[in-house]
């Protein structure tokens, strides 16, 4: 069984900065790619960051240079530092573990408000 609980959220100015956490149960992290997604009222859930189990990051355009994701795998955890946040930004922020690259598990996400 697979949980994955997300924390982290909250409001915050724009140009302010919030750090997201994920930490999971489960044995299957050390063979998983993990990562970050968003999804905004009324639209779909879009990819913020991924970290593969070898380092390899991936970024949407939108966030490049102001987010960063890690991840520690013996914590069975990965992590989010968004800096300079915008009010596009807002969102509920889902982590994700991808398994093998066939098997996705979902966090029930952390609500990101940024004000302008």
């Known amino acids: 069984q697979v949980q994955l609980v997300e924390s982290g959220g909250g409001l915050v100015q724009a140009g302010g900065s919030l750090r997201l956490s994920c930490v999971g149960s489960g044995e299957i992290f050390s063979n998983s790619a993990m990562g970050w997604y968003r999804q905004a009222p009324g639209k779909q859930r879009d990819m913020v960051a991924t970290?593969?189990?070898?380092?390899?990051?991936n970024y949407a355009d939108s966030v490049e240079g102001r987010f960063t994701i890690s991840r520690d795998s013996a914590k069975k955890a990965v992590y989010l530092q968004m800096d300079s946040l915008k009010p596009e930004d807002t969102a509920v922020y889902y982590c994700n573990v991808n398994f093998l690259g066939a098997w996705n598990y979902w966090g029930k996400g952390t609500l990101v408000t940024v004000s302008p």
């Open positions: 970290i593969t189990r070898g380092g390899s990051i």
